[in-house]
């Protein structure tokens, strides 16, 4: 599977819950956290995407997700760890941890696998 198709969704979940803790709370700090990991993560989703169709890996679209993700799964996880509420911080720390690995692992098998050209 290809990193794409995780993070744009991804990037839609955390988009959405910076805009649902603004609208619920009133939290600015939700709101920017959202909005800034999740448009982070549907810009590196969207440049992975663009290398991919030009058969290439973006190193630099990979790396950007690892470090959101990481980030994400780092501050939440603390959060969560402080006051044990399991949303939204439990759920967005889960889903990083998962979205960490999940971009280890691209890193480590070397990116997006490119499929040879049919001829």
């Known amino acids: 599977m290809h990193d794409f198709c995780f ?10 819950g910076g805009l ?4 619920k709370k009133g939290s600015t ?15 590196a989703g969207y440049v992975s995407l ?4 030009k058969r290439k890996n973006s190193y630099f679209a990979l790396i950007l997700e ?19 509420k399991i949303m939204p911080a439990g ?5 990083s941890g998962v979205m960490t690995a999940f971009y280890l692992y691209k890193i480590v098998t070397g990116g997006n696998h490119i499929p040879t050209k049919a001829e």
């Open 50 to 53: 663009k290398a991919f169709e």
């Open 91 to 95: 759920v967005v720390a889960a889903i």
């Open 66 to 84: 690892t470090v959101c993700a990481v980030v994400l799964t780092w501050v939440m996880g603390q959060r969560y760890m402080q006051t044990s």
């Open 20 to 23: 649902i803790g603004f609208a």
């Open 29 to 43: 700090a939700s709101l920017a956290g959202g909005l800034g990991t999740g448009f982070l993560l549907l810009i």
């Open 7 to 16: 993070t744009i969704p991804y990037g839609l979940i955390m988009v959405a």
